[in-house]
């Protein structure tokens, strides 16, 4: 059998990381279409990075870090915004919403393949050990 | 006549493959979204041919484990394909099933045989 690490290992530890990149996503969206008075201060949209740990046959998913992403923030003419800085300009944080939604989706998606792969081991497991 | 090991080490060795490669299926779903992960997979039936002529089961799994030829490739260099991944995950559930009804059938049988029923 292999080393220290199971299937369930290998599901939970990749569902864990989609969690970190369902939070990612999560404060990318609830930051989206706030406004900042400089560029530098401006909130940049998360990502994780993931890498695979790999151990004999098996390979589970970890999140390396979570980087800022190099997007730029967009300027906005808006005078009446207390916000604005003396040229009467803001920065909007650069968040792609559509992007990040499609992202959740795949995220939601992924852990839910998780689970599936989860609920089978267990089900063959249980079998397995219950043989009359 | 055979011993309890022979008798069982068809349906046994098979399981034991079934529940590598089970493994195998289910990294390669964890890691669907990994940059640069290569997808893995085991042949079955050549690593059953092997371990059946007389070779060790761990000799026989790490003889036929190979990369994944992608339908696709993405850019990103992953080569998982989460359609592709999740059919041979149940269809490989599924034969381990198979194959645990028909050592449970065995095991049944000796028990019987032992009682003289």
Redesign the interface.
Known sequence: M?GNM??FD??G??MSA?MV?LNTTASNLANARTDYSSKDEAFRAMRPV???VVED?????DVDKVVQTDAEPQKRHDPTNPLADDEGYVWEAAVDETAELIDML??A??YQ??VQ?MQ??KS?IL??IR?? | MPSLDQVLALNGGALKLRSQRLNMLASNIANASTPGYKAKDLDFDRAMQQAQNGSSIDQAMSDHTGYRVPLQPSLDGNTVELSVEQTLFAENAIQYRATLSFLQGQVSSIRRALKGE
């Open positions: 292999s199971n299937i290998v599901a530890r990749a989609q990149r993931f890498r695979s046959n098996l390979a589970t998913v795949e995220t998606r992924n393949n998780n792969v089978t081991a063959l079998e397995t043989n009359k």
